[in-house]
């Protein structure tokens, strides 16, 4: 893990590795999702089912694909009694933090009979992306299908490769908990493109949401337009702002707890300390000692671990900034002073008490976030991506009258004349 100060040239070079590292999609990788939208959209189930053969080692047909019942009452009996209240726990504070982004309906009146507003209605259909191979994410499941379920989505289906038929009991768990209607054995860019554009067995939806590999991620950018997506996920990053007397143990804990996600995973410090970043560096190093030498977490760390100096804490905060990460820890003594200066960030972690695991798991907020920098321009996973929204406008005669010139005006800079006509017409006693 290096130590950089800002501003220096290797600085610079670093913060430009960063950004980058995301990098474009293989192209190998792209022909081949193309290849699979392709086929599933043609032939339906035959292209699914192959597909499902072929890397789940599953001989599925429309009969064995969804859960049953007896699978699930099966799968949530198998679970021990306090995994399941673990996931209770979170559930019950994900969904009391989502209710309180609710939007509702709403028109206005205005002076001399305009009415404008808006409605507000949920996507009829979602579908929820669950890896199921080596990582078994159930808190994703949480994350991403209890905002639908408070919007009022009236069926959200989940997908989760199956290996060998089987679907993790912790997915199943979730999936209950989370009010998912369906809960089906498809995986891959197959399940991507089943859900997009619906089979025989595969019901169509109008968005996509969760993390997957790289082919399903490409599957969903393709995807896109065709029904809605949650985001293009890059690879993960945490920044801690941290001042002198923070804890760098934990400090360190919380740099390397990013890392083992992915070896494309950033994880930065950033403090006007130099002692202090010492001390956190050495802690990084003996903490790594308990991985193995290919752990993703050792990789992460010496490609896009650093600790960076900067003069004071106002810098450290431009630099986060600017780099807009994924998740941002304020380890400072007055965490809600720093709060104001941030800009660009998936979600803040105030105080020296508030680890991102906490916001990972159950602290209510859902951990379906930007990354790779795109928090400069787009939210976490809510509630509103499962609503839309509707434009309502209502003009009596009066209030046409009054506005038809400068309408009809409009039309004629814009050079299309029907357009004008449409509100002239109006203004006419004989409108024929």
């Known amino acids: 893990m290096r130590l ?30 193309r290849g699979i939208l392709r086929e599933i959209e043609e032939s339906g189930d035959e292209a699914l089912f192959r597909y499902t053969r072929l890397f789940d080692e599953f001989e599925i047909t429309s009969s064995n694909m969804e859960v049953t019942a007896d699978e699930i009452r099966d799968g949530l009996a198998g679970l021990p009694q306090d ?71 009236k069926e959200i289906i989940l997908c989760s490769p199956a290996k060998k038929g089987r679907i993790s009991p912790l997915i199943i768990a979730a999936a209950v908990l989370g009010g998912v209607s369906r809960i089906l054995k498809i995986g891959g860019a197959q399940a991507i493109a089943a859900m997009a554009f619906g089979t025989r067995s595969v019901p169509g939806v109008d968005k996509i949401v969760g993390p997957g590999n790289s082919y399903v991620t490409e599957a969903k950018r393709q995807v896109f337009g065709l029904v809605g997506i949650d985001m293009i996920a890059g690879p993960s990053e945490i920044m801690i702002i941290a001042d002198g007397i923070s804890d760098p143990a934990a400090a360190a804990a919380d740099l390397i707890s990013q890392a083992e996600h992915d070896p494309l995973a950033c994880s930065i410090l950033i403090t006007p300390d130099r002692s202090f970043a010492g001390r956190v560096l050495e802690c990084v190093a003996s903490q790594l000692r308990d991985y193995s030498s290919g752990s993703p977490a050792r ?64 602290a209510g907020p859902s ?41 009809v ?21 004989d409108k024929s």
């Open 409 to 429: 005006r409009f039309a004629e800079l814009e050079g299309l004349p029907a357009h004008g006509r449409s509100v002239s017409i109006r203004q006419k006693p």
């Open 367 to 407: 951990h379906v976030l930007p990354t790779a920098g795109t928090a400069r321009f787009s939210s976490p996973l809510g509630v509103y991506d499962f609503q839309k929204r509707t434009s309502v406008i209502s003009f009596s005669e009066e209030a046409l009258a009054k506005f038809a010139g400068k309408t």
């Open 83 to 153: 995994d399941l209240e673990v996931l209770k726990t979170a559930a019950g504070r994900i969904e009391r933090y989502h209710r309180k982004q609710l939007i509702k309906s709403r028109m206005g009146a205005e002076d001399g009979g305009i009415r404008l507003g808006y409605l507000v209605r949920p996507l009829e259909r979602v579908g929820v992306y669950a890896p199921g191979g080596l990582a078994v994410y159930p808190s994703t499941v949480l994350m991403s299908s209890i905002p639908a379920k408070v919007a009022g989505v």
């Open 299 to 362: 990789s992460s760390i010496a490609e896009y671990g650093a600790a960076f100096i900067t003069a004071d804490l106002a810098e450290a905060v431009e630099v986060a900034n600017s780099l807009a990460p994924e998740h941002l820890e304020l380890m400072v003594e007055n965490p809600d002073e720093l709060l104001e200066g941030i800009r660009n960030a998936g979600a803040v972690f105030l105080g020296r008490y508030s680890p991102e695991a906490v916001g990972d798991y159950l």
């Open 4 to 33: 950089l100060e800002s501003g220096k040239p290797d600085f610079k070079l670093f913060l430009q590795k960063i950004r980058s590292r995301r990098g474009p999609v293989p192209a190998a990788v792209a022909d081949r999702v």
